[in-house]
């Protein structure tokens, strides 16, 4: 059974940083893509970052790019988004998400891609 389950989420003053583990069970890592993923309050789910665990290459949405970093561990089948000068804009519920992708040239970016998820971890930047 595939499980994804998040961590690391919390309240954080603007300009402060966190960093979110997605740890995975239940299938082969090497041969998957994990995408990050969040939904503000209202607003609709967006792509954040992704890597393709194969060669690790990896993808950033516009708005994060130059402040998360989404790094691997393979050895502990675990991915990581480091947050770095977040900003009240980037409160949401933050996901993970894997699908198999040996094949393709870059990670995918989009939600409908993503055939498992987890459970969403809480992150909340004051101002």
């Known amino acids: 059974e595939v499980q994804l389950v998040e961590s690391g989420g919390g309240l954080v003053q603007a300009g402060g940083s966190l960093r979110l583990s997605c740890a995975a069970s239940g299938f082969t890592f090497d041969d998957y893509a994990i995408g990050w993923f969040r939904q503000a309050p209202g607003k609709e789910r967006e792509g954040v970052s992704c890597i393709k665990m194969s060669d690790d290459s990896t993808y950033y949405a516009d708005s994060v790019k130059g402040r998360f970093t989404v790094s691997s561990d393979n050895a502990k089948n675990t991915v990581y988004l480091q947050m770095n000068s977040l900003k009240p804009e980037d409160t949401a519920v933050y996901y993970c998400?894997?699908?198999?992708?040996?094949?393709?040239?870059?990670?995918?970016?989009?939600?409908?891609?993503?055939?498992?998820w987890g459970q969403g971890t809480q992150v909340t930047v004051s101002s």
């Open positions: 998400a894997a699908v198999w992708w040996v094949a393709g040239p870059e990670p995918p970016r989009a939600e409908y891609e993503y055939d498992y």
